[in-house]
Nanobody
Framework: QVQLVESGGGLVQAGGSLRLSCAASRSIFSINAMGWYRQAPGKQRELVASVTSGGSTNYADSVKGRFTISRDIAKNTVYLQMNSLKPEDTAVYSC????????WGQGTQVTVSS
């Protein structure tokens, strides 16, 4: 099975940027879909962005125009570029991959200060 390791979280001021990385333990070329969820304290988990094996992308309305998901097949990595960050983007961001089941990374904290 594939394993996922996230990196790139941290503390940033409102209006700033962060790039999250999700490195897979094997080729992501044939993985059906990968993406990012987030969960803030006291809130439901929210799908932030996803990308299919065909390259189609999908975004939550709350991040459209600010976040971009991309894949680097050669590096077995999916990225989430987050620009114009807002305090309400503060959450634990978790990467996932859909293979025969859903595989999750360990999560990375993103904190946006006002």
């Amino acid at each position: 099975q594939v394993q996922l390791v996230e990196s790139g979280g941290g503390l940033v001021q409102a209006g700033g940027s962060l790039r999250l990385s999700c490195a897979a333990s094997r080729s992501i070329f044939s993985i059906n879909a990968m993406g990012w969820y987030r969960q803030a304290p006291g809130k439901q988990r929210e799908l932030v962005a996803s990308v299919t094996s065909g390259g189609s992308t999908n975004y939550a309305d709350s991040v459209k125009g600010r976040f971009t998901i991309s894949r680097d097949i050669a590096k077995n990595t999916v990225y989430l570029q987050m620009n114009s960050l807002k305090p309400e983007d503060t959450a634990v961001y978790s990467c996932y991959a859909v293979v025969s089941l859903v595989i999750w990374g360990q999560g990375t904290q993103v904190t946006v200060s006002s």
